[in-house]
Each structure stands twice: as structure tokens, then as C-alpha cells.
């Protein structure tokens, strides 16, 4: 069996928020439970806070699915008409934004002793990420030994898992700026606080006094990251949900 993860980065149209919170949360989520090899789904929505605040954040929402499969290419490919589903109703904004990237995993969330595994996460964050040429092993070796046990045991980081892109992908198919995926999983109410000490942890500089390890140059510095709060299941009202804090750094919102 294969452990498979297709990351939906996009945005939906003013005031079409709710409508597009229902679907997902109903007919799609029925749907979903009919493909073969189906695990999981939840939907994300961008943070003000970014660890690396100068990257661009083009997309408000994320949804991931996952799968294990025998065989990811004879069915991956079902999600695709589903998602295509809330596109024909005008629920994706057309605005060239939309990505559908799925990435075939390393393994399973490997978790440090902070995660609470009885209590939902309440974000998540992802690298689109690479390797220097000519050395994968060393960079996944830097990651499994090292640089996942440091980012997992930040307050409030839980867990990662890791994968590269898959060879199936699903229409439409556009260029992906990653190779390598690296999920990290949060379980926080202070996420300012988390990517505060992230930060400060990898420059030597957390009040803590826990430094991480320099950085591998085996990582390619040709990366995005990407920080999301967990929205499955939260009620939408008026095109728009309560924020707490700036909602200016949303994509689309005024």
C-alpha cells in the first residue's frame, strides 16, 4: 500500500465562502467516502502568521485528502471530478491560482511528545520544497535524523510527514515549485508564539537556549512555505468568517 496526499490550494469567490464550506462539508465529504483507498479530508485557511513573511501567500484555503493505496494511479485520479464539482458551480475562483499537487509519502505522521493524539490539530504548515542535485540521501537523512525532531518538538509543532510528488497527477495540471513535501502538524491557540520560537530557534536566539543544528545545505533554498488554521466544519456567515486579527493578509479579503 502507498500513502498518498493531494494538497487543493485555491481560493473561492467573494461571498461564495459559505456555499463552498457546505459542499465540503457535505456532499463532498459523501462523495469522498465512496473512492477506494480514501482516508481522510480537512480544509485550511491562511495565517497572518508566516514564518517567512516575506514569501507570497496566493492562496486563502487548503484542503488535503489522503489515501492508501495499492496502486495510486488507477485511482487518485477519482478526486479529480469531485473537486471539479464545486469548480463547475463557481465555488473556485478563476483566477489561475488553483493547484492540485499530489505527492506520494515518505511515511506517516511522525509525532514528538508534544502532540495530544486525542485532540484535533489545529493547523497545519507546508514546505514546497527540494533537494540539492546529486544529493537526496543526505537531505533525507538531515530530515529523519535530525531537522524533523528539531521543528517537532517547538511549541505547538506536533508532528510531520514527508513525501515527493507523484508521478499521477490530477487536472488541471499546472508547474509545481516543489518536489518534496514536508507537512508539519500544529496543535496550538498562540500560533504567533510557535512561529516566533520556530524562528528564533533556528537562529540560536529562543529564550529557551535550544538552538537547532545549521541548516543542511543538501535543502535546496528554492522553497515556499505555507502556514494554515484548520476550518473544517466552521460556520461561514455574511461571505466571510469572525477573524481575530488582521484580515487584510487573506487573499481577496479588504
Not at 520560537?197 to 505555507?226: C, E, N, Q, W, Y
Amino acid at each position: 500500500m502507498a500513502l498518498t496526499t493531494t494538497l487543493h490550494l485555491h481560493n473561492v469567490p467573494a461571498n461564495r465562502e459559505a456555499a463552498y464550506a457546505a459542499w465540503f462539508d457535505g456532499p463532498h465529504r459523501a462523495s469522498l467516502a465512496t473512492l477506494r483507498g480514501f482516508k481522510t479530508t480537512d480544509r485550511f485557511e491562511v495565517t497572518p502568521q508566516q514564518v517567512m513573511p516575506d514569501i507570497a501567500q496566493p492562496w486563502r484555503f487548503l484542503s488535503v485528502y489522503d489515501f492508501d493505496l495499492p496502486n495510486p494511479a488507477i485511482d487518485i485520479p477519482a478526486l479529480g471530478p469531485l473537486i471539479a464539482a464545486a469548480r463547475d458551480a463557481g465555488m473556485i475562483a478563476d483566477d489561475d491560482t488553483e493547484r492540485l499537487y499530489t505527492y506520494r509519502l515518505y511515511a506517516d505522521w511522525k509525532g514528538s511528545p508534544n502532540w495530544r493524539k486525542s485532540e484535533p490539530l489545529s493547523g497545519v504548515s507546508i514546505i514546497l520544497g527540494n533537494y540539492i542535485a546529486g544529493r537526496f540521501a543526505e537531505y533525507q537523512k538531515w530530515y529523519d535524523e535530525v531537522h524533523s525532531v528539531e521543528v517537532t518538538n517547538v511549541p505547538g509543532h506536533v508532528a510531520m510527514k514527508r513525501g515527493e510528488l507523484s508521478p499521477v497527477q490530477i487536472e488541471p495540471r499546472r508547474y509545481c515549485p516543489g518536489d518534496q513535501l514536508v507537512m508539519c502538524a500544529q496543535q496550538t491557540d498562540d500560533l504567533a508564539f510557535t512561529v516566533q520560537d520556530f524562528g528564533a530557534r533556528a537562529l540560536g536566539k529562543s529564550p529557551s537556549g535550544i538552538a537547532m543544528a545549521p541548516r543542511s545545505t543538501s535543502g535546496s533554498f528554492a522553497r515556499t512555505v505555507h502556514y494554515f488554521r484548520k476550518v473544517s466544519g466552521e460556520r461561514f456567515w455574511n461571505g466571510g468568517v469572525a477573524y481575530a486579527g488582521d484580515i487584510s493578509v487573506y487573499p481577496g479579503k479588504s
